[in-house]
Each structure stands twice: as C-alpha cells, then as structure tokens.
C-alpha cells in the first residue's frame, strides 16, 4: 500500500446529488480496491491505474474545514463520496473522526458510508450528537467468495454486519446493497438476508445497480458480469420491495433517495 500525503484545496465540496448538500472525503483513493467503483473516475492517475494499492492522505484538510463551516449555509454532508471514510489508514490519521466532531458540532448533518468496521471506534462520538448523524454500511453480498471477488480489500461480510448491529444500538442505520450486478450478486436468498438484517436491525435499505464508468470496467471485465439490462433491473427492484413489504422496513432505489432525504430534511433543518 502506497500512502501519499497531500494538500488539499478545500475540504467541503457541493453534492452532485440531489439527496445531499455536501461532499467530504478525507483521502483520495481506496484500500478496498472494489472492482465496480466509480471512485476511479474521480481519482489521480497514480490511483485508478493501481486501483487498492494508492492512497492520497489530505493531511491539512481538518483546519480548512475548520475555516469553512464557519462560512457556509448549514445542511446534510455525505462523509464520503469517493473514497471509504473508515479504511485502515483512518486508523493512524484519524481524519474522519475529526471532521464529524466538527460538522457536527457546528450544526450540519453528517451521513456517513463505509464498509469498515473501524467506524465502531467512533461510537462516542456518535451516541454524543446522535440527532446529527446517521451511518450505512455497504453490504453487496453475504457471501464472502463473492465479496472476496468483487471487494478484494474491504472487510468481511460480516464484520460488516456487526458493526451495523453495535451502530444501529446508538443511531439511525441504513445499509446500501449496492451496487447489484447481474449474474454475481443478485441471488435473491443473498438479497433477502441481507433485507432480514436491515429488519433486526432497525436500519433502512438504500439499492441500487452497477453503473458502468471509464475505469471500473477496465477491472470489471476479469470478473463474468453482464452489463445492465432494464428488465433484469425492474424484476429485481420489485423483488426487493416485496422483500422490504415482507419485513417491514424502508427500502428505496439509489435513484429514489433523494425523495426519502428531501422529506427528512424539513425536520432537520
């Protein structure tokens, strides 16, 4: 693993999605070198060429965030949008803990995506403004041969699962199954038992479909996927929402969040 420390420019950027006000992503670059990520796209050269292997350290970025929620309008922060908040390097530097205190602190809303179970280590800080921040854990597969295959780096399935179970004790949770790819991980059994989770766990359940990008293609056509196919989508979308009536839980589409957020944010702000 290559660790390379750099400067960054700013620390808050503007969401290019419609359910979030901001991004922060405390590196650059991921540990988990998952196959299908579109993170790739929107990483230097030295990172998307040796996807897993190269990590950019924004080192200076916690006294520009400082700076700026001083100045910006309060809103929802997505911590982090192209890189895993939580990776073992996270473990030294503690950037995101950091940043969460602060965003926090100062009245912004921070939701928080990883597939780590070092988010655990922050349980303090969370049970302290609980009413300011969620947490979901990606969890593509239960099957750690698959996960194995398409998350070389990431944890297992189940550390994941149990890092839900202690969060969703103290604060809102949600898991993402995503992204789901046709003939790798959308047996509906594995599907189901993940939506099962959600249930004993209070969490909400976010999905969605691989989307196919300039780079995660490159890696993904070692693996037997087939590309997206519209019909294929909306049996599986149905699936899921029988699956999430079944259980009784909340489940919407990647595409639908926005709505579910929009909703939530008149009580937040």
């Known amino acids: 693993m290559k660790i390379i420390e750099i400067n960054a420019r700013s620390a808050i950027g503007k969401s290019k999605m419609k359910e979030l006000d901001y991004t922060f992503n405390p590196y650059i670059g991921c540990s988990h070198g998952c196959l299908y990520c579109y993170a790739m796209d929107f990483s230097p050269n030295e990172a998307n060429s040796d996807w897993g292997n190269v990590v950019f350290v924004r080192k200076n970025i916690i006294e520009l965030l400082k ?24 473990a030294k530097y503690m950037i995101t803990r950091s940043a969460i205190e602060i965003l926090a602190r100062n009245n912004f809303y921070v939701t928080i995506q990883t597939k780590s179970k070092l988010i655990t280590r922050d349980i303090d800080l ?42 969703s004790k103290r604060i809102k949770t949600w898991i993402y199954i995503g992204p789901i790819i046709e003939n790798i991980n959308d047996d509906l059994n594995d599907i189901e038992n993940i939506i099962r989770i959600a249930s004993e766990t209070g969490s909400r359940v ?26 294929w989508w909306r049996e599986i979308s149905r699936a899921i929402e029988k699956l999430a009536y079944k259980y009784n839980i909340n489940a919407n589409s990647e595409e639908d969040e926005w709505l579910y957020e929009s909703m939530n944010q008149r009580r937040l702000f």
């Open 67 to 90: 700076n700026e929620v001083k100045r910006l309008k309060i809103g929802r922060v997505g911590v982090s949008s192209i890189t895993d908040p939580y990776m073992p390097v996270e």
């Open 126 to 167: 969370f049970s302290r403004y609980k009413n300011h921040i969620d947490a979901g854990l990606t969890i593509t597969t239960l099957k750690n041969d698959v996960s194995r295959m398409i998350e070389p780096g990431a944890p297992r399935p189940d550390a994941r699962v149990s890092a839900l179970v202690d969060l």
């Open 206 to 231: 976010i999905y969605d479909h691989f989307e196919e990008y300039n780079y995660n293609v490159n890696y993904m056509l070692n693996i037997k996927y087939k590309r997206f196919n519209i019909e």
